[in-house]
């Protein structure tokens, strides 16, 4: 059975690093095409996806957060983290980690909420 | 980036009944190893996205024959025939074959 989950800090202020943990069980991140996804949503709002990371520890990034984002894994302890530089208040969102597995996302975790604000 | 555009924005259904959406994407989804990374995915209220389609028409494990996806190159449809109360909530269609992966703003399916 394939289970993520999130964890954040729930809130934090402008211009801190957000520090983002995905917990997974039922599948290795050193298996072969395997790989991890954090994907966002602001209240009300689509899905954003942010950054990939896969079992050859294969790197991708959205683009449009340009360098703020670095995506990282713990293998050992089926763990994939995502911290994000310099938060303002846009960054604001649900991030959610989900199991990506030719290309798409087949399993999620319910969501960490992240508020920033002053 | 690739510019996904699904309509309609909403749609009302009576129960038992059939919709389709439509998703289409700026660029070609066909990837150089021949494969349509096409999915569709259903966010229910207060829940996270599940997975129901991948590469265009192949359901993913568990989800019902009652939806079905179809579609090639730039124009995608996803149907869902006999429609649940289960069923409602917001469908995303998403692509995976040019990162950075990008999804449509989605489509509200509520009750007439």
């Known amino acids: 059975q394939v289970t993520l989950k999130e964890s954040g800090p729930g809130i934090l202020q402008p211009s801190q690093t957000l520090s983002l943990t995905c917990t997974f069980s039922?599948?290795?991140?050193?298996?072969?095409?395997?790989?991890v996804g954090w994907i966002r949503q602001p209240s009300g709002k689509g899905l954003e996806w942010l950054a990939n990371?896969?079992?050859?520890?294969?790197?991708y990034y959205n683009p449009s957060l340009k360098n703020r984002l670095t995506i990282s894994k713990d293998t050992s302890n089926n763990q994939a983290f995502l911290k994000i530089t310099n938060v303002d208040t846009a960054d604001t969102a649900t991030y959610y980690c989900a199991r990506s597995y030719s290309a798409d996302f087949d399993f999620w975790g319910p969501g960490t909420m992240v508020t920033v604000s002053s | 980036d690739v510019v996904m555009t699904q309509t309609p924005v909403s749609l009302s259904v009576s129960l038992g009944g059939q919709v389709s959406i439509s998703c289409r994407s700026s660029q070609s989804l066909v990837h150089n190893n021949g494969n349509t990374y096409l999915s569709w995915y259903l966010q229910k209220p207060g829940q996270s996205p599940q997975l129901l389609i991948y590469?265009?028409?192949n359901r993913f494990s568990g989800i019902s024959d009652r939806f079905s996806g179809s579609g090639s190159g730039t124009d995608f449809t996803l149907k869902i025939s006999r429609v649940e109360p289960d069923d409602l909530g917001v469908y995303y269609c998403?692509?995976?074959?040019?990162?950075?992966?990008?999804f449509g703003a989605g489509t509200k399916l509520e009750l007439k």
């Open positions: 039922g599948f290795s991140l050193s298996t072969y095409g395997m790989g």
């Open positions: 590469k265009v028409s």
């Open positions: 990371i896969w079992w050859d520890d294969d790197k």
């Open positions: 998403g692509q995976g074959t040019q990162y950075p992966n990008t």
